[in-house]
């Protein structure tokens, strides 16, 4: 029941974040000369008050020889690139991204930035993450018009490579296990080279991402290999503590592990043959690669990019010295909660200690949250997503805040809108309130259409902006034009309801969890040789 239940709570995190929209406009007459990057010249597309560059490649296509290899450097290009559609995603099965995709040549990026005259000095550049478990998502989906205008930034979404293509590790194969995090680590080094062409600042880097993004941030934040290469971080909805018995939020597994995996995947698609591994993956066909792969992907720690699990490496105060914003949703766990129960797994008084104990195998662990969190009716779904919401997302958060708050600046946010806009089709079973990827479309227009939002969500969403976007400018995301934001508080962001609040941890039972299962207890593996 665990692994129906876990690959259905993947497969609703795709839905969570539908997407995906053609370009809508081309450049208009008289644009401005094609920006010079360290590949070449490009060409835009022209918007009312903004422009886009899509499609830009920072590193080689990873095909042939190069898939399953670290990212190489993009080979300069003759004339001027075409930059006024998107990039293909990464490769993927269905979901977010219609039909999937098949496209190797994936590791491209989008440039929006606001199209008034170049401003006295830089501005401020965010580099977006997206999220979907490291198995699906596109940097396409997401629209950064208003951030970019309304927030006077540049802003940059990124392809990384995803699934096995990305994550696969295999002895003696350099690079094995976070190929998808040195692509973003490609990708902030393009933005040092390349960004002053856009009109942003190098020197101003915000790394922000959410989910998979969310935690490729704390990933990055551990990296040594990323020293130097952002000067803040946000991380939405992907706490730094998360760990791979919870199934819902990413984290980041053992290089053993993941080499387990990809033996497994290789006896999967007919390449166990010892030494001719490699050379066979490299010329299986993608679709039948996205057939054989597990739908949970994560990196892997004890490798010369991530010596150690990120969790370890918040706790040790072995990450980078940049300030922080961080923060969750109310009601992280209902999307999965209700995407199961419409599967046909009900949770009600008789059921609800079995599906507890399919989540919490371990003696006496079960009973407890039974306990804890007692279902008297049969509706008994938005108690499901309250366990999920505060084991997975909440509770880490706030031990991943506190962590990072001993050593950096930290500004943590909890987004509470209940009446946020779904993002799902059709009518859930109970209200969603604020779940999983909530705050997505009041930062973003996903897949460049925008969601039906109230007067009052209007403000929460320009409100929302301009925090991160100060932030992203100064450090400090508190300002006169909005509600204040204290420091070791939680901003409770909801519309025309700004609050900072002390009572997120009791709300969500964190006292319970942190002695149902102490967090310090995390991995230092050795760095592998």
Request: hydrophobic share 40%.
């Amino acid at each position: 029941m665990h692994r129906v239940l876990t690959t259905l709570g993947c497969a609703l995190t795709v839905v969570l974040a539908t997407a995906g929209a053609p370009a809508r406009s081309q450049p208009a007459p008289g644009e401005a000369a094609p920006p010079a990057t360290t590949g070449g010249l490009v060409r835009g597309a022209a918007h009312d008050g903004y422009r886009t560059f899509a499609s830009i490649p920072y590193a080689a296509p990873p095909v042939g020889g190069l898939r399953w290899a670290p990212p190489r450097p993009a080979a300069p290009w003759h004339g001027v690139l075409d930059a006024t559609r998107p990039a293909s995603a990464c490769p993927q099965s269905a979901g977010e991204v219609p039909g999937g995709s098949t496209d190797e040549d994936c590791l491209r990026l989008t440039v929006t930035t606001p199209d008034s005259a170049r401003p006295d000095r830089p501005r401020p550049v965010i580099v977006w993450l997206h999220g979907g478990g490291f198995t699906t998502g596109a940097a396409a989906s997401y629209d950064a018009r208003r951030m970019a205008t309304r927030g006077d930034v540049v802003v940059v979404t990124v392809d990384y490579r995803l699934g096995a293509l990305g994550f696969l590790a295999h002895a003696g194969l350099p690079g094995s296990g976070d190929f998808g995090l040195a692509d973003q680590q490609a990708a902030l080094r393009w933005v040092r080279a390349g960004i002053g062409a856009f009109g942003g600042d190098p020197r101003n880097v915000t790394l922000a991402g959410e989910s998979a993004g969310g935690y490729s941030v704390c990933a990055q934040l551990a990296s040594p290999a990323a020293a130097g290469l952002f000067e803040r971080a946000v991380i939405e909805s992907g706490p730094c503590t998360g760990r791979p018995d919870r199934p819902f939020a990413p984290s980041a597994v053992p290089l053993s592990t993941a080499r387990a995996a990809g033996a497994e995947l290789a006896a999967k698609v007919g390449c166990a043959a010892p030494r001719e591994v490699m050379a066979c993956l490299r010329r299986v066909d993608v679709t039948r690669l996205l057939a054989a792969q597990d739908a949970d992907q994560q990196p892997a720690y004890a490798t010369p990019l991530l010596p150690v699990d990120p969790a370890a490496a918040i706790a040790s105060g072995r990450f980078h010295r940049v300030p922080v914003l961080i923060g969750s949703n109310h009601d992280e766990g209902n999307g999965w909660a209700a995407g199961i129960v419409q599967a046909g797994n009900p949770v009600d008084p008789d059921t609800w200690p079995d599906v507890v104990a399919a989540f919490f195998p371990s003696p006496g662990q079960a009973g407890a949250i039974v306990r804890e969190y007692p279902v008297h009716r049969a509706d008994g779904g938005p108690v499901f997503g309250a366990v999920i919401g505060d084991a997975d997302f909440a509770c880490p958060t706030a031990a991943a805040a506190g962590l990072l708050a001993a050593r950096v600046p930290v500004w943590r946010y909890e987004f509470a809108d209940e009446h946020a806009p779904p993002l799902t089709p059709g009518p859930p079973p109970f209200p969603l309130g604020a779940p999983h990827a909530s705050e997505l479309p009041y930062l973003f227009d996903l897949g460049g259409r925008p969601r039906d939002l109230t007067a009052a969500q209007h403000r929460l969403a320009d409100a929302m902006i301009d925090y991160w976007t100060r932030f992203a400018r100064t450090g400090d995301p508190d300002g006169p034009s909005t509600p204040h934001w204290p420091r070791r508080t939680v901003l409770s962001l909801a519309p025309d309801h700004i609050v900072p609040t002390r009572t997120a941890q009791r709300r969500h039972h964190c006292a319970f969890w942190d002695a149902l299962e102490p967090r310090a207890a995390v991995s230092t593996a050795p760095r592998a040789r």
